[in-house]
């Protein structure tokens, strides 16, 4: 009867002069790396987004550009796209750079958009006033309710009113 791990060489097999493949996975110089590249993004994401680009358009392409490098980085490295087959580091980057683009040529349209109007409705040259009574801040609070008759006078005037009643 064979067992599963019988045809697989074990460490003893192996000479002890022959190298064995490093798993840079696990290198904590990698992640520290990473680490530091994402902070350095993030700082950069900070002061770019104080800076006007010209647009607003021009402002979102660059922080949505920052942020697809550091999910990148967190997808190859994190996630360890980067050492798996080559091919699924290949989609997962290349679904990011997609999905960047597909923005991209989204924000371009909606910038050279004009504001459309119905068919059947002119424009008009002086739009309607709002009236001022619909307007909260310009509508003078509710003059407050009248206080409520005492509860006292009258509930005493009905107890007496009942016992007279059952003499």
């Given amino acids: 009867m064979s067992t599963h791990n019988e045809h697989t060489p074990t460490h003893a097999a192996v000479p002890a002069g ?9 290198d904590p110089g990698l992640y520290l790396r990473t ?9 950069i994401t900070v002061a770019a ?6 647009s607003g358009t021009a402002n979102v392409v660059i ?8 999910a990148s980085l967190v ?14 580091a290949i989609i997962g980057v290349g679904g990011f750079i997609f999905l960047g683009l ?7 349209d909606v910038g050279s958009r004009v504001p459309l109007l119905p068919n059947n409705m002119p424009a008009m040259a002086q739009p309607t006033p709002t009236p001022t009574t ?24 009905a107890a007496a009113g009942a016992e007279g009643e059952h003499k």
Avoid: C, Q, R, W
């Fill in 18 to 26: 022959a190298h064995h493949e490093h798993d840079i996975s696990h």
């Fill in 35 to 43: 680490l530091i590249a994402l902070l350095i993004l993030t700082v």
């Fill in 49 to 54: 987004a104080g800076v006007h680009f010209g």
């Fill in 63 to 70: 922080a949505l550009t920052i942020a697809t490098i550091k």
């Fill in 75 to 88: 997808a190859l490295f994190f996630m360890h796209l980067a050492h798996d087959k080559p091919v699924n």
């Fill in 102 to 108: 597909f923005m991209l040529f989204t924000f371009l």
């Fill in 134 to 157: 619909l307007n909260p801040l310009l509508t003078p609070p509710p003059a407050p309710l009248a206080p409520a008759p005492s509860a006292t006078g009258a509930a005493g005037g």
